[in-house]
């Protein structure tokens, strides 16, 4: 089915092995490209969870996505064209519903399945949020909950409830950051990130880093699924979550009366994760306003303080 769209000057019905796009003036380009494994059982839940995924990265520095692009590695010998096309239903659907338009794209026949999107956004070249943008005296607000990455090892492992824990990687890990995107936008934040592979405490880490400051984490303040805390209790923890966890302690403090299985949680390694913000005091009401109508979560997990060369870049607070 071909999808017709005025930012398209080339069809994709006619075959061609790239696209014209025609761009808007005055603005810059946001370009990014992520792709993985299934995570859910359900292909079309696939599709539109990798999708998000890779959409996310746009949002995350206040762009609005433009096109995508399918990437697409499947066995075609070995499983039926059906599941194929339940994986692309689900991610046009997503790509659909963030307003952009499908470009085209590739696919390979492999032994294992793969799918995601190459994404194009457009965004202010004057107004974007980085990983450089924090401020001493921001607030950090997060919009989904954590624990997706032990969510995922329990449904894999068929551990006992992995019908739930599918629906709950459905509900969050399907979800668009566009929320967090409008926040950026509107209130015009230069701080922000999304959280994946590295978790929320390598990738406020990497933020901390780039903007010479340090940040505090309240664990208690962190919006955990209950369901991953359960199993992260019964040793369901990804080696992906652990590797983390060690790359990162040199630049960790954690208090005594931190929950270690929590501070492990921390560096749980997310799909298509919320949006971290670092947003001024002054703006946290309308940042919270905001996300709330959209149904993302609001969750005030932290602070952003002055750069101290003798303490850890990352305190964890129980």
């Known amino acids: ?124 070249p004057d107004h974007f949020a980085s990983n450089k943008g924090l401020r001493a005296g921001d607030h950090l607000l997060l919009t989904k909950p954590i624990g997706t990455g032990v969510l995922a090892t329990g449904l894999k492992a068929d551990w006992e409830g992995s019908e739930k824990f ?7 890990a399907g979800m668009l950051n566009a929320a967090g995107g409008e926040v950026i936008r509107e209130l015009d934040l230069i701080g922000a990130t999304d959280v994946t592979g590295f978790g929320l405490g390598g990738h406020l880490l990497e933020m901390a880093r780039a903007s010479k400051v340090d940040v505090v984490l309240r664990l208690g303040d962190i919006p955990f699924i209950p369901e991953a805390v359960e199993l992260a209790g019964m040793g369901m923890i990804p080696a992906g979550s652990f590797a983390n966890k060690k790359f990162c302690a040199s630049l960790v403090e954690i208090f005594p009366q931190c929950d270690p299985l929590l501070v492990d949680l921390v560096f749980d390694a997310q799909t298509s994760g919320g949006l971290l913000l670092g947003v001024p005091e002054a703006k946290v009401a309308r940042a919270v306003e905001i996300l709330e109508q959209h149904g993302a979560l609001a969750a005030y997990v932290g602070d952003v303080v002055v750069f101290d060369p003798d303490r850890g870049s990352l305190r964890l607070h129980p």
């Open 166 to 172: 599918e629906e709950i990687l459905y509900r969050w």
């Open 1 to 124: 089915m071909t999808q017709q769209d005025d930012r398209l000057l080339t069809s994709l019905g006619d075959n061609e092995d790239s696209a014209i796009v025609r761009f808007p003036a005055g603005k810059a380009l946001v370009q990014t490209l992520d792709f993985f494994t299934p995570i859910v059982n359900d292909p079309y839940w696939f599709g539109q969870i990798a999708a998000a995924n890779a959409l996310s990265d746009v949002y995350a520095m206040g762009g609005l996505p433009y096109t995508a692009m399918n990437i697409v590695c499947f066995p075609i010998k070995k499983f039926p064209k059906e599941i194929l096309r339940e994986i692309l239903h689900g991610g046009m659907d997503k790509i659909r519903e963030a307003g952009a338009v499908l470009a085209g794209g590739h696919s390979v026949e492999d032994e294992e399945t793969k799918y995601g999107l190459s994404v194009t956004g457009i965004v202010d």
